[in-house]
């Protein structure tokens, strides 16, 4: 399946034939195992954790830090063993006392950052689950409705008065209606602008209202959001 950037110009059926998927069945989960190597994870929603050997440098590396080592350094050197001894003591339990807490939070953080992460339904052969966009591939089946965050770049198969806010997006500010149609265009190579696209829906766009079924047409670095 090779990248293209002309969905918005095929019928239904030819959409889902390029993506080797089916409307009502999605694909399977042996399929879509084999697209996610393939194709990578759908990785604009990855959540990047930092190590703890960086967090415990990050914690410790600071001025308050620097100043400490220094006085335990000056103290060493003018045979104050006993300020010095105290200087270090203080140095070591302030660093593992930082470096558990700043590790902790950032935990916590990254834990809240993975709980944004847009969920969808999905069809995998013919049922459906839900499953976090981190798992969706070029030609899953996706149904969204209002409130949903759209996980992925993909092309209206159905939908009824389905209304989208693609602010950040594309250049629209305001929301716009998604239909279920072919867009006709004499344009030489079908160049219809994205915000012009109405049977197309874009990653982290948020559905205001209605219900649409899509198929997945681009994830990840390929979607009109990692382009950018």
């Keep these: 399946m090779k990248y293209r950037n002309d969905w918005h110009l095929l019928k239904n059926a030819d959409v889902v034939s390029e993506l080797g998927t089916d409307m009502y069945k999605g694909l399977s989960e042996k399929e879509a195992a084999r697209r996610k190597r393939k194709y990578g994870a759908n990785n604009i929603w990855h959540v990047k954790r930092m190590s703890a050997f960086a967090a415990v440098c990050e914690a410790l590396f600071d001025i308050a830090t620097l100043l400490l080592i220094v006085s335990a350094a000056a103290a ?19 660093g593992i006392l930082r470096s558990v807490v700043y590790i902790r939070a950032n935990r916590i953080l990254e834990n809240m950052a993975e709980g944004f992460i847009p969920v969808a339904s999905v069809i995998r052969d013919g049922r459906m689950k839900l499953l976090p966009a981190q798992e969706i591939v070029p030609g899953d089946v996706l149904f969204l409705e209002a409130g949903s965050t759209v996980p992925c770049d993909g092309r209206v198969l159905a939908g009824e008065d389905s209304v989208v806010s693609e602010r950040g997006i594309t250049e629209n500010n305001t929301p716009v209606h998604k239909f279920d149609v072919v867009i006709d265009t004499d ?11 109405s049977n197309m829906l874009f990653a982290g766009s948020v559905v205001l209202s209605g219900n649409l079924r899509i198929t997945a047409t681009a994830c990840g670095m390929r979607s009109l959001i990692g382009m950018k």
């Design 76 to 94: 060493a050197l003018f045979d104050k063993s006993g300020a010095a001894l105290a200087v270090t003591v203080i140095l070591i339990l302030g």
């Design 187 to 197: 344009a030489k190579g079908g160049e219809v602008p994205c915000e012009c696209r």
